[in-house]
């Protein structure tokens, strides 16, 4: 990113950042916001990302300053992809790491032959609930504040779409995968529903988006990295 003056960002700017691990997206948001500010003497600026990495993901945020930020929902449509691990034989409630195992299943069943098998059924227009733990909101209140306190949830299915799903390795009880799907995926629900369609079950062990449309992560920096070219 070539350095810009304080009106290229008061004017718009669109940010490339490598989200680092146990990073919330706000406080990436933050990071960006309070360099800009420091560097140009700001009391204000508008600042706000383009699609929410969870804590234990990295990869690929967009970050809108300035005018930008109006154009913040026709970045979030944009195709996504991501590269990650799915680990077979146990579940956790929130689908990742964030929570334990609270499940174990067996795995001497599953081979390559029907993992690549499965991966067929997650192809095209599918339904997939949101984990409880999500920060999707129900009558005002996050998914994941109710789930903290133990409360029942429904949660209706929504369509969202993988257009494509490619199995990079496997080594089990693990496999490497490379998903591009639409707005509004959750790649944790996949892994859970890919457990169950192996009559096992599954968790999100990793995971790092790569691409947010055209836009790579090869092209990103990370939140210091933006804050040392804004102190030159």
């Not at 490598?18 to 933050?30: E, G, I």
Request: proline share 4%; hydrophobic share 40%; net charge positive.
């Amino acid at each position: 990113m070539v350095l810009k003056t304080k009106e290229d960002f008061l004017e718009g700017q669109l940010i490339l950042i490598d989200k680092p691990l146990n990073w919330s997206s706000f406080q990436a948001v933050n990071a960006v916001k309070w360099s800009i500010r420091k560097r140009f003497q700001l009391k204000k600026i508008k600042v706000g990302h383009a699609g929410t990495l969870d804590p234990l993901a990295t990869g690929l945020l967009l970050i809108c300053a300035g005018k930008f930020t109006k154009r913040i929902s026709e970045f979030q449509g944009m195709p996504k992809e991501y590269e990650g691990t799915i680990s077979l034989g146990s579940s956790t409630p929130s689908y990742d790491l964030e929570t334990a195992v609270d499940h174990e299943y067996p795995t001497d069943h599953i081979t390559h032959e029907l993992i690549h098998k499965t991966r067929a059924l997650f192809l095209g227009k599918i339904a997939q609930k949101p984990p409880v733990f999500s920060a999707l909101k129900k009558d005002g209140k996050r998914m994941y504040e109710y789930a903290r306190e133990g409360k029942d949830l429904e949660i209706k299915d929504r369509i969202v779409e993988i257009l494509e799903f490619e199995i990079l390795e496997i080594n089990l009880p693990e496999f490497r995968f490379r998903i591009q799907c639409s707005k509004g995926t959750y790649i944790r629900s996949i892994a859970h529903d890919f457990g169950k369609a192996l009559d096992s079950g599954a968790h999100l062990s990793a995971l790092r988006r790569t691409k947010i449309g055209d836009y790579n992560v090869n092209n990103a920096m990370t939140p210091e990295v933006f804050k040392e070219m804004m102190s030159v």
